[in-house]
């Protein structure tokens, strides 16, 4: 989606909604890419292994916490996947599972997406300060910034790998590498990327 942003004001361009080679991708999934990977009762290796899932399988990503994302494998799924012991029945389902970011790829956006560019627009211009954004792509973005912050060109790179950071945790963006542009003037003066 591509918007743009100077003092405040918004500019809307709509895109059609993302495809990718498994149909319209309406919100963010992860997608397994090992071989056979451990799905968790919690963020981290201390917690228990409830299922298993293999290369491909799709999941609704509902949460990111460091390197685990939180998935959501509906009930009936996860009694075929669930680790049982010999004899016994599936075991009662966990409320949370979760699997390693390492192990899997993001596709496709959270679903409340644009609401969290404007958020994140409103924080680029208030807390860096920006005097313009505009967003080429889900992941390019380009900024002026205020004369003063063009001191060295080094402390410039710095603030737009902290634009991008900050973009891809309020955002949700996972999916691929965000770029951050600094144009001085109508050029672009310095890149950063996260």
């Given at each position: 989606m591509k918007r743009s942003i100077v003092r405040k004001s918004l500019i809307l361009t709509v895109v059609p909604t993302i495809l990718s080679i498994h149909g319209?991708?309406?919100?963010?999934?992860?997608?397994?890419?090992?071989?056979?990977?451990?799905?968790?009762r919690g963020p981290?290796?201390?917690?228990?292994?409830v299922a298993r899932v293999k290369k491909d399988d799709r999941f609704p990503v509902i949460n990111v916490k460091g390197s685990w994302v939180q998935i959501d494998i509906d009930e009936e799924t996860l009694k075929e996947l669930a680790l049982q012991e010999a004899g016994e029945g599936p075991p009662p389902p966990?409320?949370?599972?979760?699997?390693?970011?390492?192990?899997?790829?993001?596709v496709g956006k959270p679903p409340d997406f644009e609401e969290r560019q404007i958020e994140f627009q409103n924080w680029a211009l208030d807390e860096v300060p920006v005097t313009f954004i505009e967003f080429k792509s889900d992941s390019q973005i380009w900024v002026r910034l205020p004369p003063e912050k063009y001191a060295s060109i080094g402390?410039?790179?710095?603030?737009?790998?902290?634009?991008?950071?900050?973009?891809?945790?309020?955002t949700g963006y996972l999916e691929k590498k965000v770029v951050v542009k600094v144009l001085k003037g109508d050029r672009i003066y310095a890149t950063a990327s996260e």
């Amino acid at each position: 989606m591509k918007r743009s942003i100077v003092r405040k004001s918004l500019i809307l361009t709509v895109v059609p909604t993302i495809l990718s080679i498994h149909g319209v991708v309406e919100s963010q999934e992860a997608v397994v890419t090992g071989p056979i990977v451990n799905v968790r009762r919690g963020p981290g290796t201390n917690y228990e292994v409830v299922a298993r899932v293999k290369k491909d399988d799709r999941f609704p990503v509902i949460n990111v916490k460091g390197s685990w994302v939180q998935i959501d494998i509906d009930e009936e799924t996860l009694k075929e996947l669930a680790l049982q012991e010999a004899g016994e029945g599936p075991p009662p389902p966990p409320e949370e599972t979760w699997i390693f970011r390492g192990l899997i790829q993001f596709v496709g956006k959270p679903p409340d997406f644009e609401e969290r560019q404007i958020e994140f627009q409103n924080w680029a211009l208030d807390e860096v300060p920006v005097t313009f954004i505009e967003f080429k792509s889900d992941s390019q973005i380009w900024v002026r910034l205020p004369p003063e912050k063009y001191a060295s060109i080094g402390r410039v790179r710095q603030i737009a790998r902290r634009i991008a950071q900050e973009y891809k945790r309020q955002t949700g963006y996972l999916e691929k590498k965000v770029v951050v542009k600094v144009l001085k003037g109508d050029r672009i003066y310095a890149t950063a990327s996260e």
